[in-house]
């Protein structure tokens, strides 16, 4: 932990903050609405410019300031265990997920994690503060300590995502950190978490699963099913169909990701966690800039207009009604 501090958290420090808020109303300094007086209303929150011109108490309601929960959906299967270099995907995983919550918990929001290897084996509950950081891990390093990679079959990614979505009730940034090698599927249930909670797919990859050097005739096992392949990759044909294969999964597992509607950050074996995520933040603040200034999706548009019409015919009616009663503003 001292180590990404000082490596890591340093040069983060000001460039992943930001302001959290909920679709929640109440107390808080950001004004939300207007409504009418009701009897149970706090009086010190009557708007009298606002009930001077309209003749009737009206009160403000305001954002209200929560903090944020966090959760780490952490693919903790044997394919994680893989690294050509210096790193594995799981040790890449773990800095993440260090770095994240630091950041996170500074600010007095709470983070949790959900652990599944061959099944959703541990939970830890979403707490803040730097003590529980460092049990959480703990909690990674002593698991990947006590279970070594085994062979479990294939992961089913779907078993997470499913016991997310019943597990976290409240809205929250949720985090699914794995390399996505798993059975089909886990697209569905992953769009079905993201329209509840703010969702980022947390990708881990290696060059060599997408391209292979010229290492002559190597054997190669499968991590999670045991299955041993004895391949030539001197055969510069094999190598072409190796990254053909490899480019069509990419494609199809961005395309999964896009329809999920959720962001993604692709985080390799041999990149910089720091560089990673800047531009991940910046892509971000680049595309709420251009949400913000752009055009309505199709179904805020229909809805906009809808909305447009009521108003109207709304005005409409009230004009005629001060006219009958012979009102001037």
């Known amino acids: 932990m001292r180590r990404l501090e000082w490596t890591v958290l340093r040069r983060l420090d000001g460039l992943l903050q930001g302001d959290y808020r909920t679709l929640m109303r109440g ?89 599944h290897g061959s099944s959703v084996d541990k939970v830890v509950p979403a707490r803040s503060g730097r003590q529980h950081v460092l049990q959480l891990l703990h909690t990674l390093q002593t698991r990947a300590q006590s279970s070594p990679a085994a062979v479990s079959g294939p992961t089913r990614l779907r078993e997470l995502l499913d016991a997310a979505a019943r597990s976290i009730q409240r809205r929250s940034t949720v985090f699914v950190v794995s390399d996505f090698i798993s059975e089909s599927g886990w697209d569905k249930p992953l769009g079905l978490l993201a329209q509840r909670h703010e969702v980022t797919a947390v990708r881990l990859t290696d060059p060599l699963e997408l391209e ?96 447009e019409i009521r108003r109207e015919a709304a005005d409409s009616a009230s004009a ?9 503003y």
């Open 27 to 115: 107390t808080g300094m950001d004004l939300a609405d207007l409504r009418e007086y009701q009897h149970h209303d706090d009086v010190r929150h009557i708007d009298w410019n606002v009930t001077a011109r309209l003749q009737q108490p009206h009160v403000r309601v305001f954002t209200e300031d929560r903090e944020m929960n966090a959760w780490f959906l952490l693919d903790l299967s044997p394919s994680m265990d893989f690294g050509s270099g210096q790193q594995r995907k799981s040790d890449v995983s773990t800095e993440f997920v260090a770095v994240l919550s630091r950041l996170l918990t500074r600010h007095g929001n709470r983070v949790g994690a959900m652990l």
């Open 212 to 307: 292979l050097p010229d290492l002559g005739l190597i054997p190669i096992r499968d991590s999670e099913t045991g299955e041993q392949l004895l391949v030539d990759t001197h055969d510069a044909g094999f190598r072409m169909r190796f990254a053909r294969i490899a480019a069509q999964r990419e494609a199809g597992l961005r395309q999964s990701l896009a329809q999920a509607g959720v962001d993604t950050l692709e985080l390799s074996t041999d990149d910089d966690l720091v560089n990673a995520l800047v531009r991940f933040t910046d892509l971000r603040k680049r595309r709420s800039r251009a949400t913000a200034g752009g055009v309505l999706p199709q179904h805020l548009i229909a809805f906009s207009d809808q909305y």
């Open 320 to 328: 005629r009604q001060r006219r009958s009663n012979n009102i001037s």
